[in-house]
């Protein structure tokens, strides 16, 4: 079974610093997508960033870009230049591409701190 | 832009009630998603729909169903309402084979008496 492991339940830096979210899973398949969600206060769940797994390289979105290490199956998420916008909890999920289902990890809440 | 909407943003219950949660999508997004969200627990899928009057159980699917009379609205429901179902409710939506693009709703938090 596939598992998402974030092991860090609350983080907090400082506006305009650089900040790394962790992230690992485990899975015995080789096609699949890895994504980070973002969830602020109150508001709508949106997909951040996302990356394919036959994608060497590593997604970036503006501000945001992952560090995607297959071999270590590690995917963690680095936001630099943090504004205040970006406090919220951030979920990193799988999909298997053949059975379709998005697994979540539990969270990372993350506060931007003015 | 997809637009995933849910019936209520918060609802209070009483213990036995049954209460019915409404998701509406507006995109003609064949896969419909229920998750419930615990602090702790992250997003646990409770049933999907890959079409109209089609259902599947997901991880948690115990004290829920499900009804999929149109393709746009997927609803979830709790026959006899107990306070552990006290949770956020997050629907979702997603075309087939496009599981890179899942869409979710802004989440019905519910308070169960």
């Known amino acids: 079974a596939q598992t998402v492991t974030q092991s860090q339940p609350e983080m907090s830096v400082q506006e305009a610093e650089t900040v790394t979210l962790s992230c690992t899973y485990d899975?015995?398949?080789?096609?699949?997508?890895l994504f980070w969600y973002k969830q602020p206060p109150s508001r709508q769940m949106i997909l951040v960033i996302r990356?394919?797994?036959?994608?060497?390289q590593n997604a970036t979105e503006n501000r945001f870009s992952v560090n995607f290490q297959k071999a270590a199956k590690s995917f963690s998420l680095k936001i630099s230049d943090s504004q205040l916008g970006d406090t919220a909890m951030y979920f990193c999920?799988?999909?298997?591409?053949?059975?379709?289902?998005?697994?979540f990890g539990k969270g990372t809440r993350l506060h931007i701190l003015p | 832009d997809v637009k995933v909407t849910q019936s209520s943003r918060y609802l209070v219950k009483r213990t036995g009630e049954k209460v019915f949660l409404e998701c509406v999508q507006d995109?003609?997004?064949?896969?419909m998603f229920w998750y419930r969200q615990d602090p702790g627990l992250g997003l646990r899928l409770i049933y999907f729909?890959?079409?109209?009057?089609?259902?599947e159980k997901g991880d948690i699917p115990e004290g829920y169903s499900v009804s999929r009379e149109k393709k746009e609205r997927f609803s979830l429901i709790l026959e006899s309402a107990s306070t552990n179902q006290t949770s956020m409710y997050l629907c979702?939506?997603?075309?087939?084979?496009?599981?890179?693009?899942?869409?979710f709703g802004p989440g019905t938090r519910l308070l169960v008496l």
């Open positions: 979702a939506s997603r075309d087939t084979g496009t599981v890179e693009t899942q869409y």
């Open positions: 999920a799988f999909a298997n591409i053949r059975d379709d289902k998005i697994i």
């Open positions: 990356q394919e797994a036959y994608k060497q």
């Open positions: 729909s890959y079409d109209v009057k089609m259902k």
């Open positions: 995109m003609d997004h064949e896969n």
């Open positions: 899975t015995s398949e080789n096609n699949y997508y």
